[in-house]
């Protein structure tokens, strides 16, 4: 069974829109969550991590994302998209046995 | 300077055939990996390697067989190539075995005719 669960494979915004992009983890994972971005044919690139450290993680090119134990949740957002934001993205759990364990990928496109 | 380099970056190859890519971190990270993404965008991880030593290979056909000479290098080779192989590979490292941060290479687009 898959450790995290992104909800929503393909979400639409316009520029300037709130990104909103979804992930619920298993109790399974361990409290290590990832947000990764994969710009079209590159690989992946770190957003943020949470580490136990803050609920409120703040990373790179604006996002941030906020871990709640009450929800299982690690949903990744960004206030006002940009058209560079369009890419795809992973929501990942390190496991027990010290595995990334990714979801599926949500591809954000963005509306000019 | 790239952190984690992949080579080759494209390989179109027949079925049967044996085929190499080769990754390098220069990060002085212990720990290297190979994950395969599908056409889907599915990531999947196959092998880990720890200062030299295997310490996960996922259920992968041993048709592919991954070698780490050194802590920086992890290649993996495919025999006898079959079309569903087609994917990309994508080599990580970190730090170690915590992995609280891995590392992407760019990619090896691999494609079976």
């Known amino acids: 069974a898959q450790s995290v669960t992104q909800l929503g494979s393909h979400v639409s915004v316009s520029e300037g829109a709130l990104v909103l992009l979804r992930c619920n983890y298993s109790?399974?994972?361990?409290?290590?969550l990832f947000w990764y971005v994969q710009y079209p044919n590159q690989g992946l690139q770190l957003l943020l991590k949470?580490?136990?450290?803050?609920?409120l993680v703040k990373g790179i090119n604006g996002f941030e994302a906020e871990f709640k134990k009450s929800e299982t949740s690690f949903h990744l957002t960004k206030p006002s998209a940009h058209m560079s934001d369009a890419a795809e993205y992973f929501c990942?759990?390190?496991?027990?046995?010290?595995?990334?364990?990714f979801g599926a990928g949500t591809t954000v496109t963005v509306r000019a | 300077d790239t952190a984690v380099s992949q080579t080759p970056k494209y390989l179109v190859t027949q079925m049967g055939n044996d085929k190499s890519i080769k990754c390098e971190q220069n990060?002085?990270?212990?720990?290297m990996y190979w994950y395969k993404q599908d056409s889907k965008k599915f990531l999947k991880i196959m092998f880990s390697?720890?200062?030299?030593?295997?310490?996960i290979n996922e259920t992968v056909p041993n048709r592919f067989s991954p070698k780490s000479p050194d802590k920086a290098h992890l290649n993996l080779h495919i025999n006898s190539l079959e079309l569903g192989d087609s994917a990309v590979y994508f080599c990580?490292?970190?730090?170690?075995?915590?992995?609280?941060?891995?590392?992407f290479g760019p990619g090896t687009r691999l494609l079976v005719l």
């Open positions: 990580a490292s970190s730090q170690d075995v915590r992995q609280e941060t891995q590392y």
């Open positions: 109790s399974s994972v361990p409290p290590y």
């Open positions: 949470y580490t136990s450290a803050a609920t």
């Open positions: 990942a759990g390190r496991t027990n046995d010290y595995k990334l364990s």
């Open positions: 990060l002085g990270h212990d720990t």
């Open positions: 390697y720890n200062n030299k030593e295997l310490i």
